[in-house]
C-alpha cells in the first residue's frame, strides 16, 4: 500500500536510536524526508547515514529537547533544512525508575520536561508551520503506563495520561485545519534504553532485570517484547494520508498488555 508519505517533510524528537529511529527509518522507506534529533553526535550522524540510503533529505539536529528553546531550536532547523513541515512525531521521553521517595527534584523535571512539555512546546512552535500544508499530521508517542497500572513507572505514567489528555485538546483545535493529532501508545518494546532500566526497575520491584523482562513479556496476550520496527510501520500509517478519519485517538502498540475491555 502506497502511504502517500513520498515527498512529505515529516521531524521525529529523539530519534537517533530507540523507537524514534524507527519511525524516521519507517517513514524514509516511505520516501518521507526527515527531520531527527538527539544529543550524542556520533549516534546522530549513524542514524543520518542509515536514513540517507533510502535517497531522502536528512536532517540531523543537535539539541537539547528538555527545554522551550530546545524544542523551538528543533523545530526552526527543521523547517529551515527540510524547507517545511508536514508532519510532527512528539517521540523523546523514556521512564526513569524510582519511587515516591527516591525519585528527586532533578529528576522529575527532566522526566516531566521530557515525556510531556517537550511534546507541547514542540508542537507550540510547529504547528504555525503544519498549518501551511494540508493534512498535516501529529503524532505522539506516550506509553501504556499512561492505560495500565505499571507499578515502578511513576515518572511515565504521570506525563503519559497527560499526553492522552494533550492529544485529544489539540485534535480538537486543530481540526478545522485538517491537522488530525493522534498517540501511540508503544508496550514494553526493546530499546537500548532499557539496559540500564531494567536494573532499575528490578531495585524498585526487589527482583532482578532478567526478572523484570520476564514479568513483562509473560502479562502480554503475545509473549514477548517489541521490537521498534513495529512501533515505526504503526506510526507510518498513523501520519500517513491513508489515515484520514481518525484523530483525537489513542492506539495501543502494546502486544495485549492491556486487558480493560
Ligand atoms: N522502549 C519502551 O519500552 C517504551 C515503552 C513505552 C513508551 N515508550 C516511549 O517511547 C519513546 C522513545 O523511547 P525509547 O525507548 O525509544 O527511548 P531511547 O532508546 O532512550 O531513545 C531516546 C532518544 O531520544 C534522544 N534524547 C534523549 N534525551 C534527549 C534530550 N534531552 N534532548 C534531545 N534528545 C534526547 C536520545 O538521544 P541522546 O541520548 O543522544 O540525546 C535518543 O535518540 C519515549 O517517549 C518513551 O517513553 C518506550
Redesign the pocket.
Known amino acids: 500500500m502506497d502511504l502517500g508519505l513520498k515527498g512529505k517533510n515529516a521531524a521525529i524528537t ?8 524507527a519511525i524516521a527509518l519507517a517513514l524514509a522507506e516511505e520516501g518521507c524526508n526527515v527531520a531527527i ?4 553526535q556520533e ?1 546522530l550522524d549513524a542514524t543520518a547515514k542509515q536514513l540517507e540510503a533510502f535517497g531522502v533529505k536528512v536532517v540531523a539536529i543537535n ?4 527545554s522551550e528553546a ?1 524544542c523551538k531550536e528543533f523545530v526552526e532547523k527543521a523547517v529551515a533544512g527540510l524547507g517545511g513541515l508536514n508532519i510532527l512525531v512528539n ?5 526513569i525508575p524510582g519511587t515516591l521517595e527516591s525519585l528527586d527534584e532533578a529528576t522529575w523535571a527532566t522526566a516531566l520536561n ?2 510531556l512539555m517537550a511534546a507541547v512546546y514542540t508542537t507550540k512552535y510547529a504547528v504555525e508551520h503544519l498549518t501551511k500544508n494540508d493534512h498535516a499530521r501529529i503524532l505522539n ?1 506516550s ?2 503506563s499512561g492505560t495500565q497500572l505499571l507499578p515502578g513507572s511513576l515518572t ?1 505514567t504521570i506525563p503519559n495520561t497527560a499526553i492522552i489528555g494533550f492529544s485529544k485538546l489539540m485534535a480538537d483545535q486543530l481540526g478545522k485545519n485538517n491537522i488530525t493529532v493522534n498517540n501511540i501508545c ?4 526493546s ?4 539496559g540500564p532500566r531494567a536494573e532499575g526497575m528490578a531495585k524498585v520491584r526487589g527482583t532482578t532485570a532478567d526478572g523484570v523482562r520476564e514479568a513483562f513479556a509473560s502479562q502480554t496476550m503475545l509473549g514477548r517484547w517489541a521490537e ?1 520496527e513495529e512501533i515505526g510501520k504503526v506510526a507510518a500509517f498513523l501520519v500517513s494520508d491513508v489515515n484520514s478519519y481518525m484523530t483525537g485517538t489513542t492506539v495501543e502498540v502494546c502486544g495485549g498488555i492491556t486487558k480493560y475491555i
Open positions: 529523539g530519534s537517533s536510536q530507540g523507537i524514534g529511529q534529533s538527539g544529543r550524542n549516534r539539541c537539547d529537547l528538555s530546545g517521540n523523546v521521553g523514556g521512564m521530557l515525556n508517542v506509553g501504556i511515565t508503544p508496550g514494553m518494546t530499546t537500548e534504553s532499557w521498534p
